[in-house]
């Protein structure tokens, strides 16, 4: 009985998408979690740091392009403020609520490391390999306006009040703005500024705020990206809020939860049915010198199998590497790791080279 639902459930993922497809966000393919900025953060997104996200040399020493574009964001300043106040809902509002001034703060640190230095890696690989058929990609994520806040700072002289939604978005455009203005002002030569991610992964922190803000996004020629955790409230409800695309979390990587790998097959079957994208998950735990409890880094490889098998890794995927883990997965001392880098690098690089066929 159990082999013949397991049976049933993967032919139903493996039926294909419906025709009505996500909004055109073809050049968003393969889409690296860039977390960075807060205080706690370890790691220096240094240009050899940045090099690792842009490009990979196979074993026989060739160098293909990996991940076409970056997403930046950060959770919290590291000092008890949160740019997402789901983290920490019981927690008086003006004491966990982030303020204008930290909204500039880490626009200016983002863009001042690691995307400057994404930039100047990608303009060395250019000098190896030539450029890539299209400039690389950043969307810049939204820090969420926490409700009920009232020391987030002013626009125009006025000071805002969060307790009312046309506040929280009038907040958000200004931030919008300000992400526009700085990142030309940059003129990097390899990346294009492409739109914007809502951090909050489920509906219940922006459903009053969505609708007029991604249309206000999409108004500017940009894009607005969501990527739901696994049974998120909302999450089939993307394209009401007015996404250009979701992508949706297995969040089967994470081995203190007790899940199998027919999680996949279920997260995918959902997406099918929502016309979603998938977001491939991986952490420390997947590199053994990191010497994790447990290691599983099977997790990682069912993620491509089985993206593969059902036909999702044909469309875009959004990954989620933790801080580290592809830095030290390259660089281990251990043979298995390396090897394991090798599998995940050329699953990445392929399928850019497939998309490039296609341009």
Known sequence: MKRSLLALLMLLVALPLSAARPRDVANLHDVDLVYYGSRYRSIAWDEDWARTHVAYTDTTGQTHYLFDTFLLLELHTGTGRFFEPAFRPTHPRNEI??????????????????????????????????????????????????????????????????????????????????????????????????????????????????????????????????IPYYKAAGAAEWRQMGFDAAYYQPNYAFPRRVVYRERLYDAVKFAKQHDMYMELEYDMHAVKASNPDPYCADRLIDYMEVFTETGMADGPIAYYQDEGALWEMKNSPDAVDRALYHRFASFVAERQRRLMERK
């Not at 890539?132 to 125009?156: A, C, H, L």
């Not at 907040?171 to 909050?200: H, M, P, Q, T």
């Open 97 to 226: 609520g982030t303020t204008k001034q930290d909204w500039i703060q880490i626009l200016d640190t983002m863009l001042q490391v690691p995307v400057r230095n994404i930039d100047r890696a990608l303009s060395e690989v250019a000098r190896e390999i030539g450029r890539p058929k299209y400039k690389r990609q950043v969307i810049m994520f939204i820090p969420v306006p926490t409700e009920d806040q009232t020391n987030w700072g002013s626009i125009n002289d006025r000071e805002l009040d969060f307790h009312s939604t046309e506040d929280r978005i009038e907040a958000c455009r200004w931030f919008i703005d300000l992400v526009r203005e700085r990142f030309k002002e940059e003129k990097f030569k390899n990346l294009s500024l492409a739109g914007f991610y809502w951090l909050a992964e489920d509906k219940n922190s922006g459903l009053k705020m969505l609708p007029e803000l991604t249309a206000h996004i999409r108004s500017l020629g940009m894009k607005t990206i969501w």
